[in-house]
């Protein structure tokens, strides 16, 4: 019990990923697969970051200075930023592929005017 | 260890460029293509200095920024990714070359972007292959994904939705890729290959360790359609135009058998790779499956450029079943075999898109007396098609050889026949191309309108065409000839010394 509670967060990446998952697999329409795909990828994202989350951290920056007090060296200290960078290229990436992906969808409703798949696989026989 | 800023500007020269593109394109549409040309030609002439300069001192280093591993970003080229560099750069400048006639006609008004496009493909590849960093390569990766999904959505009327299928099964393969990087980082916090392969040896019982190397794996044979994960390769490759199969076609898979074999050899050590997860048993057994697959299926196709799509999944099985052996003779035929399948699938594709430029059609049983009209182009598919038969001179015979040496040397029979079937397939499978081309009917067919054979002419494809196509085909018989050379100069450095 105390496993599931303490690590909610990444219980909650994984029951997050199998849904996105479950929409790109068993969905017929288009948009909810990609929807489904963006779930996928928000659950990847929501794992980086608690994985540098740390309780009662600060940020890593040495102040120097008048009136710096406290200097967080330590790695217990602060919070790793590296993940959150990480991410943030990662959203980038993530946005473009989803920017690409719904000009492709334009693209599929102009061409056969729907976008359940069955009827296009249809529409193509 | 030499530090260099070759690694780097293979992979600036045409990012820059991608970006020089549309606005030169903007101000004169004419001058898009000799830009991606003299960029590609830089990025080749790069690639083959680095490749030499390893082969003289060993390992070449940049580091990003200044910063030191594991800190910064780290470009590494050493003998494998050198020589999969110049592979890679030198098929995409012939393609460039070759593109010039083949867009004008398919994609007339979208020429600017589709060399945008095209530059910031060739630049995610070489950037996969060059970096030394695991981060950084899932951007690359990303950054050739996206390319090719766009590129392949300007193809024919079921290019779209082919398109999509495969943005969901790429992105399904990044994430799982950068799922992997995540569960590695929290185990070592490094994300340098070079450093991660220090840390994790001791690490190697970890089950994090093991979850972050499957993930891998899934994703790697995502991006390279290895067989039961290749459905999306068969229609995107296939309605895409003719330029871009003939570009992605060759290198996108084999760039992924590329970082495949980079994440076993070098991120993880031969020790768990090969003996503490089963992982070269079932990439041997899938491999098989994919071979077999891969030729049955190539020979129920009447449409040439989706057989040679079969043929690719086919020439992955290769590839992985190389690496599922795992001992010295198999690695060396496995990477052989990425360098030649690069040649051998651009020669095809190459030659498929100046069919489709010349007659429009892909029909096999329509394509009879092409050899009238094409004969050099024809000529030139024969080659292709022999090697990837396996015929002697020509450099698809080596890897099979290799591979097969190598499944003898591990007692693996099974692996034995199977390579030796798929060439049996591979001869049925091109003959069947060729006499439907060259040969005669038997009986005369009286239907035929517009004459018989001697009424068609030469009416060869143009010579901005034919040029890069003589090249490829060259190249398939030098790197044949050559092999030996290639092996002991180049390839034997790759193999990891414990193996």
Request: aromatic share 14%.
């Given at each position: 019990?105390?496993?599931i509670?303490?690590?909610?967060?990444?219980w909650?990446?994984?029951?997050?990923m199998?849904?996105?998952?479950?929409?790109?697999?068993?969905?017929k329409?288009?948009?909810?697969?990609?929807?489904?795909?963006?779930?996928?990828?928000?659950?990847?994202i929501?794992?980086?970051?608690?994985?540098?989350?740390?309780?009662?951290?600060?940020i890593?920056?040495?102040?120097?200075?008048?009136?710096?007090?406290?200097?967080?060296?330590?790695?217990?200290?602060?919070?790793?930023?590296?993940?959150?960078?990480?991410?943030?290229?990662?959203?980038?990436?993530m946005?473009?592929t989803?920017?690409?992906?719904?000009?492709l969808?334009?693209?599929?409703?102009?061409?056969?005017?729907?976008?359940?798949e069955?009827?296009?696989?249809?529409?193509?026989? | 260890m030499?530090?260099?800023?070759?690694?780097i500007?293979?992979?600036?020269?045409?990012?820059?460029?991608?970006?020089?593109?549309?606005?030169?394109?903007?101000?004169?549409?004419?001058?898009?293509?000799?830009?991606?040309?003299?960029?590609?030609?830089?990025c080749?002439?790069?690639s083959?200095?680095?490749?030499?300069?390893?082969?003289?001192?060993g390992?070449?280093h940049?580091?990003?920024?200044?910063?030191?591993?594991?800190?910064?970003?780290?470009?590494?080229?050493?003998?494998?990714?050198?020589?999969?560099?110049?592979?890679i750069?030198?098929?995409?400048?012939f393609?460039?070359?070759?593109s010039?006639?083949?867009?004008?006609?398919?994609l007339?008004?979208?020429?600017?972007?589709?060399?945008?496009?095209?530059?910031?493909?060739?630049?995610?590849?070489?950037?996969?292959?060059?970096?030394?960093?695991?981060?950084?390569?899932?951007?690359?990766?990303?950054?050739?994904s996206l390319?090719?999904?766009?590129?392949?959505?300007?193809g024919?009327?079921?290019?779209?939705?082919?398109s999509?299928?495969y943005?969901?099964?790429g992105?399904?393969?990044?994430?799982?890729?950068?799922?992997?990087v995540?569960?590695?980082?929290?185990?070592?916090?490094?994300?340098?290959?070079?450093?991660?392969?220090?840390?994790?040896?001791k690490?190697?019982?970890?089950?994090?360790?093991?979850?972050?190397?499957?993930?891998?794996?899934?994703?790697?044979?995502?991006?390279?359609?290895?067989?039961?994960?290749?459905?999306?390769?068969?229609?995107?490759?296939?309605?895409?135009?003719?330029?871009?199969?003939?570009?992605?076609?060759p290198t996108?898979?084999?760039?992924?058998?590329?970082?495949?074999?980079?994440?076993?050899?070098?991120?993880f050590?031969?020790?768990?790779s090969?003996?503490l997860?089963?992982?070269?048993?079932?990439?041997g057994?899938?491999?098989?499956?994919?071979?077999?697959?891969?030729?049955?299926?190539?020979?129920?196709?009447?449409?040439?450029?989706?057989m040679?799509?079969?043929?690719i999944?086919?020439?992955?099985?290769?590839?992985?079943?190389?690496?599922?052996?795992?001992?010295?003779?198999?690695?060396?035929?496995?990477?052989?075999?990425?360098?030649?399948?690069?040649?051998?699938?651009?020669?095809?594709?190459?030659?498929?898109?100046?069919?489709?430029?010349?007659?429009?059609?892909r029909n096999?049983y329509?394509?009879?007396?092409?050899?009238?009209k094409?004969?050099?182009?024809?000529?030139?598919?024969?080659?292709?098609a022999?090697?990837?038969?396996?015929?002697?001179?020509l450099c698809?015979?080596?890897?099979?050889?290799?591979?097969?040496?190598?499944?003898?040397?591990?007692g693996?029979?099974v692996?034995?026949?199977?390579?030796l079937v798929?060439?049996?397939?591979?001869?049925?499978?091109?003959?069947r191309?060729?006499?439907?081309?060259?040969?005669e009917?038997?009986?005369?067919?009286y239907?035929?309108?517009?004459?018989?054979?001697?009424?068609i002419?030469?009416?060869?494809?143009?010579?901005?065409?034919?040029i890069?196509?003589?090249?490829?085909?060259?190249?398939?018989?030098?790197?044949?000839?050559?092999?030996?050379?290639?092996?002991?100069?180049?390839?034997?450095?790759?193999?990891?010394?414990?193996?």
């Open positions: 019990m105390e496993f509670v303490c690590k909610y967060n990444y909650i990446y994984i029951v997050l199998m849904i996105g998952f479950y929409a790109i697999i068993g969905k329409n288009l948009v909810k697969k990609l929807v489904g795909m963006n779930i996928f990828q928000t659950a990847l929501l794992y980086f970051v608690s994985t540098a989350a740390k309780k009662g951290a600060t890593p920056i040495v102040s120097h200075g008048h009136g710096a007090t406290e200097h967080a060296i330590h790695a217990a200290q602060y919070v790793n930023p590296l993940p959150h960078v990480l991410m943030l290229t990662a959203i980038v990436v946005v473009s989803f920017g690409v992906a719904l000009a969808i334009i693209m599929i409703y102009r061409r056969y005017k729907t976008l359940e069955d009827e296009i696989l249809k529409a193509t026989k | 030499t530090s260099s800023p070759f690694p500007l293979i992979v600036i020269v045409p990012l820059i460029s991608a970006f020089f593109i549309p606005i030169i394109g903007w101000w004169k549409r004419n001058l898009c293509y000799p830009l991606v040309i003299l960029s590609l030609f830089f080749t002439l790069f083959i200095l680095t490749l030499n300069a390893v082969i003289q001192n390992t070449i940049y580091y990003l920024g200044g910063w030191h591993p594991p800190w910064g970003i780290e470009y590494v080229v050493d003998h494998l990714n050198a020589f999969v560099l110049a592979i750069s030198f098929t995409s400048f393609v460039a070359i070759y010039k006639k083949s867009v004008e006609q398919e007339p008004d979208k020429i600017v972007f589709f060399y945008a496009v095209y530059l910031l493909l060739v630049t995610g590849l070489l950037g996969i292959i060059a970096t030394g960093d695991m981060f950084n390569l899932y951007v690359f990766l990303e950054i050739a390319a090719a999904y766009a590129l392949i959505a300007i024919e009327d079921g290019a779209p939705l082919a999509f299928r943005v969901i099964m992105t399904i393969g990044a994430c799982f890729y950068l799922l992997g995540g569960y590695l980082y929290i185990v070592t916090g490094s994300l340098n290959m070079a450093d991660l392969s220090e840390l994790l040896p690490l190697y019982h970890s089950k994090v360790v093991l979850v972050a190397f499957t993930f891998f794996m899934v994703g790697i044979a995502l991006k390279m359609a290895l067989f039961p994960l290749h459905t999306w390769l068969l229609d995107a490759y296939t309605y895409a135009p003719s330029t871009v199969s003939a570009l992605i076609a996108m898979t084999k760039v992924g058998a590329y970082v495949m074999i980079r994440v076993m050899f070098t991120v050590k031969p020790d768990f090969i003996s997860f089963p992982i070269t048993s079932i990439l057994w899938l491999a098989v499956a994919a071979i077999l697959f891969g030729s049955i299926m190539a020979l129920a196709q009447s449409d040439l450029k989706r040679l799509c079969f043929v999944v086919a020439e992955i099985g290769y590839i992985a079943i190389g690496v599922g052996i795992a001992n010295r003779m198999a690695l060396i035929g496995a990477i052989l075999h990425i360098v030649n399948d690069v040649f051998m699938m651009a020669c095809l594709f190459l030659v498929v898109g100046a069919i489709v430029y010349k007659t429009g059609t096999i329509q394509l009879r007396y092409l050899h009238r094409l004969p050099l182009t024809m000529a030139i598919f024969v080659i292709g022999l090697s990837v038969v396996g015929i002697p001179p698809g015979f080596f890897s099979k050889w290799y591979l097969i040496l190598g499944a003898f040397e591990a693996k029979w692996f034995v026949a199977v390579l798929s060439s049996l397939l591979n001869a049925i499978l091109f003959f191309v060729i006499e439907n081309i060259y040969l009917p038997r009986e005369p067919s239907a035929h309108d517009g004459g018989g054979p001697e009424a002419s030469i009416d060869e494809a143009p010579l901005s065409m034919l890069p196509m003589f090249v490829i085909g060259a190249g398939i018989i030098l790197l044949g000839v050559f092999s030996g050379k290639i092996i002991d100069v180049v390839i034997q450095h790759t193999i990891p010394p414990t193996i």
